[in-house]
């Protein structure tokens, strides 16, 4: 049939419910980044401390496991998984999760606003907001799944193990792992998206990022040597979020490059992060208002 | 054997068209040159390096003639931030932004095929580009080193002059100019061969600049094949490692300077003909970024 022949009607199949709505971009977005076999490779790559916490802490709670493995320490190890351990995992996790996010997260949008598809996407009965969350939401999904929920199942097969009323006296670490790795996972998936709309090139937006939480430390440390001073702590973000995880997790933090009692305080740190996350919100929203655009 | 092929053995290295090379290599550099150096989209690389020289001129403001530090002090601040900044990040990330637009810059902007379609050899394209790129990455940050050391030692006024002419200062300011220059290259021939290979060379350069930054944990032969490894030992003041990287350096023998840059530029240059082989098999795809 000739293409002038067709008569056109609106839909009238069943709608998706308005507050699912920016689910449909999660869901297309994970997909898309699945497409990539390195990707993939990679993301599985990222349970793998998972894996080994998990093995660990079946290890030292397991006689028999020691036995065969030919380890003779007793009663010691299972005190070795405490905040500390949990601290060092999510550490080593964060760092694995940023390049999974930097990897992905900037290709979710830099095309949008490079070809000029955004339009097509606030056409629909979708809001800014929703457009953006949905598209944060595959960030979000992908690093909570390897971070805080891995964490929180080890802590579950920890406190089962070990019994006698550990869950309870160490709940607060639970709480602790759940909102250090909401923080991270804020900050980074908010830069990852304020870096890709800004420059609008996948690769840029990539190095940006890199440079982010490379070269803001160095220089802090340079603004730090020069000046005399530790404010210039402030820019680095890697570092102000170890002093809240530090906080969070209650360990004691000794940086090599603060003398003494100079580091940064506790509310710097948080209000830090927030500006950070606050700039990044600000240039969304600069990037996602509606503009008349004027064709010569 | 065809009588092309045959011709093309015999072909005398008087036969080869130097002077048409060499005022295309000029062409390209002349385009390139104003491209990188004097673009809006360019002044990243002027903040990126002139960062460390303005609070070194901070610090010259606010502690005239040394009140509240000493020329030693300052010397070891310098060679901090030489280390630390410019050799570990600062010269990494600039050429890792110079030297991965020359090629994927033009795949964004859909211009490559203009110089593909030029009657020129390839090869030329990439050592007029990788040239721009060198010239420009050593112009800004060799520039911003010298900024730093006349920031550190200016304003000791009488003592400071004394340091740098009749002192070690002025063997120091060559040592860091040349080293500056020598990672300009290394760091530039290694990003100019990613973008020929990888769609995102970021990625790569993530392990790129995670090996440069651990390197010195691992065994001291494996160390040679950095290019900081060579940097830090041509460094005029040495930093001792802090840390907990201290506990895990591996103390690599140390190469005298005149096998650490014959081995820096022979890694520059093997980078560059593979770059060169590369792409005279490279086909564009615009779709791709």
Redesign the interface.
């Known amino acids: 049939m000739a293409v002038y022949k067709r008569t056109y009607k609106a839909y009238h199949g069943a709608l998706t419910p308005a507050w699912s709505r920016f689910t449909v971009l999660t869901r297309y977005g994970l997909s898309t980044l699945f497409d990539s076999r390195p990707f993939t490779a990679y993301t599985v790559l990222c349970f793998l401390p998972f894996l080994v916490g998990l093995a660990y802490i079946y290890i030292v709670h397991s006689v028999a496991a020691q036995a065969i493995m030919g380890m003779n320490v007793g009663n010691a190890m299972p005190g070795t998984v405490n905040n500390d351990w949990f601290h060092r995992l999510l550490v080593f996790q964060a760092g694995m999760g940023f390049?999974l996010a930097?990897?992905g997260g900037p290709g979710m949008i830099t095309k949008d606003f490079a070809n000029h598809s955004v339009q097509l996407y606030l056409s629909r009965p979708i809001s800014r907001t929703e457009y953006l969350f949905g598209k944060i939401s595959v960030l979000a999904a992908l690093l909570s799944c390897t971070t805080w929920i891995p964490a929180l199942i080890l802590f579950l097969v920890k406190a089962e193990l070990q019994g006698h009323g550990w869950l309870w006296d160490n709940l607060w670490m639970a709480g602790s792992i759940v909102l250090g790795c909401l923080l991270w996972i804020a900050v980074i998936s908010l830069v990852s998206m304020a870096v890709a709309v800004w420059v609008k090139?996948?690769?840029?937006a990539?190095?940006l990022m890199?440079?982010i939480f490379?070269?803001l430390p160095?220089?802090s440390?340079?603004?730090g040597?020069?000046?005399?001073t530790n404010w210039g702590f402030l820019i680095n973000f890697p570092f102000m979020i170890t002093i809240v995880w530090a906080h969070l997790f209650k360990i004691t933090l000794i940086h090599?490059?603060a003398s003494g009692f100079d580091v940064v305080p506790l509310w710097a740190a948080w209000a830090s992060l927030l500006s950070l996350c606050a700039a990044c919100f600000w240039l969304l929203d600069r990037k996602l208002q509606a503009r008349e655009v004027e064709r010569a | 054997m065809s009588t092309a092929a045959v011709a093309r053995a015999g072909k005398s290295w008087n036969d080869v068209p130097w002077q048409l090379w060499a005022s295309q290599l000029a062409a390209i550099l002349r385009i390139e040159i104003k491209k990188t150096l004097w673009m809006r989209r360019s002044i990243w690389i002027y903040l990126?390096a002139f960062?460390?020289a303005v609070?070194?001129g901070?610090?010259a403001l606010?502690s005239p003639m040394g009140r509240?530090c000493s020329i030693e002090e300052d010397t070891r601040?310098l060679a901090?931030?030489f280390q630390?900044?410019y050799l570990?990040?600062?010269i990494f990330?600039g050429c890792?932004?110079l030297f991965?637009w020359l090629f994927?810059g033009e795949i964004?902007e859909k211009s490559l095929h203009y110089y593909f379609l030029s009657p020129m050899r390839r090869e030329l394209l990439v050592a007029g580009k990788f040239l721009a790129g060198f010239i420009t990455a050593s112009l800004v940050f060799a520039s911003s080193v010298l900024l730093c050391f006349i920031f550190a030692y200016g304003h000791f006024g009488p003592t400071g002059r004394a340091f740098v002419f009749n002192g070690p200062g002025f063997g120091q300011l060559t040592a860091y100019l040349f080293v500056t220059i020598l990672a300009c290259l290394g760091f530039g021939a290694i990003f100019l061969a990613l973008s020929l290979i990888f769609k995102?060379?970021?990625?790569p350069?993530?392990v790129v600049?995670l090996w440069e930054s651990f390197h010195a944990v691992a065994p001291s032969l494996l160390q040679k094949f950095s290019v900081t490894f060579y940097l830090k030992q041509l460094s005029p003041v040495t930093i001792p490692p802090?840390?907990?990287m201290a506990l895990f350096t591996v103390v690599a023998e140390p190469v005298s300077p005149w096998l650490a840059v014959p081995g820096l530029l022979a890694l520059s240059v093997a980078t560059l003909v593979f770059a060169g082989y590369r792409i005279r098999r490279t086909e564009i795809s615009y779709l791709a970024?």
């Open positions: 390049i930097a990897w090139w996948r690769i840029a990539t190095a890199l440079a490379f070269l160095a220089l440390l340079v603004i040597a020069i000046l005399r090599r490059h | 990126l960062a460390p609070m070194f901070i610090h606010t509240n601040v901090y931030t630390i900044f570990r990040v600062g990330f890792m932004g991965t994927r964004v995102n060379p970021i990625i350069g993530v600049l802090d840390g907990l970024d």
